[in-house]
């Protein structure tokens, strides 16, 4: 049953972006419906009956139109619900409209349908087995309340007093911002005037929508949404379980949002963990398609906390696949699947549903309460540990649990397997015997074997040096087979897209090549070093210092041990200081790049030439901006002789060149070099490699400085187009053009062309890098920027709830997450939600006393939303 104003039924004011449904035209008595149609797709679905082939047929005819095939799935889950109504007790649901309300008392205000205790009724707005649902006014705080009354025929019957009483304190006892709160519970059986009032409690009202209706409208959900949802769920349902309350249906009815956070409503059927219980025995309690398999079986008395891990598994698995885990046509053949069925894997309905995800839901749908999470707490660790891309504690089940659970469901196809079986071992027993008289002969040849072996020692012994000699290489190269073999195998096979969908970012390739390497290398140093280099050099170039000189430092202790002045050592260290460089400690990365000047070495002409521009960069402090371009330029010199004018060092050098130029504000110079690198990258490297574009966007960034905004655009429209086309739309270089494109139109006044790019590049950023790296944050802040500045206060406060309650669990101590909450918090503040202001402001300024001095501008802006924050509130 749904409580305060969220009944399924009750309309929901239009989204903004929802279609125009102001004119509606008149429906006839006796139309005919066509059969393309959405009505005639219901009803051809419904002859179907079978959940499966209505889900293929659907398939089939609606094709892409996601939406119109959601709104004939919404249909058939509302006919399922329809039908369920003969199959309830006769105390069962029945319209919010014939709900008796003789039991209020009455009032004399206008709109006001009665009163129960102080409290003075204003509508139905939900009615279930037990109970009734009202909103109401609490005259004495002047506020909105629902209350949820036993009903009168149920009141007089002491075990559903009971129940109902027992409900109410059990719920009474929560106090969690997921979990919808009780004010006060009233158990008075009658009024001053004598006259018979039934239990009732009072809890918060609820306006938004529930998590049901927001599926029925857009069948399937965002992935950063599911995971906000169901860690949030699980953390209301965590502080449930403290209490010793079991909730017992979870279901998407019973999530209902305030704003865009997430609450767990209705423990109606809920019950104390050791208390006694008081339904019948064998009565399933729940909500069939979301049901625990043990509370399917009617042992509902039974049911742990890991039942409701199972019923917010069904809510996942709904949200990920816009269908429930198990639907039949009534509720009995649906309790049926539950507890005799496995549940279809959602990949398999929606192949965009990453590999890790799915592992999870599964787990959580386990027939055997041992095999699923423990606790709803471990359950929402480990989607934590998937959103921020680290190794997940669930497992996929192994062959011999499957199999096992296909022997129960095929008892003679499995007999027919075990006959099989006998037949291939007996096969093999006198196989054996043949065998054993083989090796009988065997021995006797082996006696004459040892007289030639003794002849032939000798000889053997002379070989040994030269099989020495060898064995050094024959150790280098299994060790390169085995660097090969990790790559071609072992990680490309745990990343392809069939496996972990498409929503696979690279920093979620490298955390499982991290993993796999600590698993397959332990005391194999030869492996291990050329794989963390690989991993290190990869994560510089998609711009990860800090995680990539985690592995190379690795593997410069690893090179140093057994291989210290090889061509690779070298490579590695020089890597690892760039890195250390990016990060601030050009102190460390001199030295590191002093120590490969040492007579020891024997660097390569392209070595040579890397380590004189490293020493340069590293140690350019003291030195003006002509000396530096002077020394720039003789090593370009260098370049152009030994290696050629269009070689990516060359190119690089001379993109240098440039650059400290336009650190000195020599804007017209910088740009005149920065076209040739343009020029000579696009000829040598052709259109679609990363030095092209990246001498592309210096050049635009560089007409910007110098008011040219027209040509910056274009340069970045061309990159764009380009990006696009070679690399999809979830590249992180794609992102990164997306978004300087937002910034140029942004100051060229085209302001809602900026905030839909950014919208984009949010997306593609957080699914090439993931959700909380820093240039996703870094969008996330301009974009908030932007809606501060237009005062599209609404729009930006619905775009950034999500990601904000998304992240806030991940939050360190850095400049962009502290910008991000600073400009939520502004948004919030004159979008009305000051509890999520005051929320972004305390992590705010936790964060800020964590990161020490020098950050003036974010203590400025925090102080501001602050005082924005009093003045609204005061107002």
């Not at 095929?410 to 043949?434: C, D, E, H, P, Y």
């Not at 030295?591 to 660097?603: F, G, K, V």
């Amino acid at each position: 049953m749904t409580t305060a104003a969220n009944n399924p039924d009750k309309p929901e004011p239009p989204d903004s972006d929802a279609p125009d449904v102001t004119e509606l035209t008149s429906v006839q008595h006796h139309h005919s419906v066509s059969p393309n149609s959405i009505e005639g797709l219901f009803l051809q679905a419904l002859k179907i009956g079978d959940t499966v082939k209505q889900d293929a047929f659907l398939q089939a005819e609606c094709g892409d139109d996601v939406e119109r095939r959601h709104r004939v799935m919404a249909l058939l889950r509302a006919y399922d619900d329809a039908g369920s109504f003969l199959e309830t007790p006769a105390g069962g649901p029945r319209p919010a409209d014939e709900v008796s309300l003789s039991f209020l008392k009455p009032s004399p205000k206008d709109g006001v349908k009665g009163t129960i205790g102080p409290y003075e009724v204003l509508e139905v707005i939900g009615r279930g087995g037990m109970g009734v649902v009202l909103r109401a006014v609490d005259p004495k705080l002047n506020r909105i309340v629902a209350v949820k009354a036993l009903l009168p025929e149920l009141a007089a019957n002491p075990n559903s007093r009971r129940r109902f009483l027992r409900e109410a304190q059990a719920a009474a006892a929560i106090s969690h911002p997921h979990v919808v709160t009780i004010h006060a519970v009233d158990d008075s059986h009658e009024d001053a005037q004598g006259k018979p009032v039934p239990p009732y409690l009072v809890m918060e009202f609820v306006a938004g929508q529930s998590l049901q209706q927001k599926l029925d409208r857009v069948g399937t959900l965002r992935l950063t949404e599911i995971l906000r949802i169901g860690r949030q769920i699980a953390e209301g349902l965590a502080a449930a379980h403290k209490q010793g309350v079991i909730h017992r249906d979870i279901k998407p009815a019973n999530v209902l949002f305030s704003g865009a956070t997430p609450r767990l409503a209705d423990f109606g059927v809920a019950r104390q963990i050791d208390a006694e219980g008081v339904t019948q025995t064998g009565e399933a309690i729940g909500t069939p398609g979301y049901m625990s398999p043990e509370q399917g079986r009617g042992a509902s008395g039974q049911a742990g906390p890991s039942a409701d891990v199972y019923g917010l598994g069904a809510l996942l698995y709904e949200s990920l696949t816009g269908v429930p885990p198990f639907r039949a046509p009534t509720a009995v053949e649906t309790l049926r699947m539950v507890v005799e069925q496995d549940p279809v894997p959602p990949r398999r309905l929606q192949p965009s549903v990453p590999r890790d995800l799915e592992v999870i839901c599964l787990k959580c749908l386990e027939k055997q309460p041992e095999r699923r999470y423990p606790t709803a707490k471990e359950l929402h660790d480990d989607l934590q540990r998937f959103l921020t891309g680290r190794p997940i504690i669930a497992r996929p089940g192994s062959m011999l649990r499957k199999f096992s659970r296909w022997v129960g469901r095929n008892r003679t196809a499995a007999g027919l397997l075990v006959t099989l079986v006998i037949s291939v071992v007996s096969f093999l027993v006198v196989w054996g015997n043949m065998t054993w008289q083989l090796n009988q002969t065997n021995e006797q040849l082996t006696e004459q074997a040892v007289a030639l072996q003794k002849t032939t020692q000798q000889a053997i012994e002379n070989e040994q040096e030269a099989e020495r000699n060898l064995e050094a290489q024959t150790a280098a190269n299994a060790a390169l087979q085995e660097v090969l073999n990790f790559f071609t195998s072992d990680l490309f096979d745990a990343a392809t897209t069939e496996q972990q969908g498409v929503n696979l970012t690279v920093l979620e390739v490298l955390e499982q090549a991290d993993a796999k390497i600590r698993q397959k290398t332990p005391d194999r140093p030869r492996v291990e070093a050329p794989l963390r280099l690989a991993i290190g050099n990869t994560l510089e170039l998609i711009g990860q210092p800090q995680k990539a000189v985690v592995h190379l430092e690795r593997a410069d202790e690893l090179y140093r041990d057994f291989d210290p002045f090889s061509a690779t050592a070298f490579d590695c260290r020089q890597v690892l200081a760039r890195c250390l460089a990016t990060m601030g400690n050009r102190q460390r990365a001199l030295h590191l790049t002093r120590e490969l000047t040492s007579s020891e070495w024997t660097p390569s002409n392209l070595q040579q030439i890397r380590l004189r521009h490293d020493l340069l960069r590293f140690d350019s402090s003291e030195r003006s901006t002509e000396e530096n371009v002077r020394l720039l330029t003789e090593l370009h010199t260098d370049c152009v002789q030994t290696l050629g004018r269009r070689d990516v060092v060359t190119l690089s050098i001379l993109s240098a060149i440039a650059t400290e130029w336009f650190r000195a504000q020599q804007f017209e110079k910088a740009l005149e070099i920065f076209k040739t690198e343009l020029a000579e990258s696009e000829k040598e490297l052709g259109p679609d490699h990363v030095d092209t574009y990246n001498a592309g966007n210096n050049v635009a960034v560089t007409l910007i400085r110098l008011g040219r905004l027209d040509e910056a655009e274009a340069i970045h429209r061309e990159n764009l187009r380009r990006q696009m086309m070679f690399r999809g739309p979830r590249d992180a270089g794609t992102a990164g053009t997306m978004h300087n494109l937002a910034m140029v139109v942004w100051r060229q006044g085209k302001r809602r062309e900026a905030v839909d790019l950014l919208k984009e590049v949010v997306q593609g950023r957080a699914a090439a890098l993931g959700p909380v790296e820093r240039r996703t944050l870094e969008s996330l802040y301009q974009i908030g920027r932007m809606f501060v500045e237009m005062q599209e206060f609404e729009e930006g406060y619905a775009f950034l709830a999500e990601q904000f309650w998304s992240y806030q669990e991940a939050a360190r101590g850095t400049r962009e997450w502290v910008d991000m909450f600073n400009v939520f918090a502004s948004i919030a503040v004159s979008a009305g939600a000051y509890d999520d202001a005051q929320s972004s402001i305390q992590i705010a300024g936790k964060l800020l006393d964590s990161m020490g001095e020098g950050y003036g501008s974010q203590h400025n802006a925090l102080k501001a939303a602050e005082a924005s924050l009093l003045r609204a509130r005061a107002e």
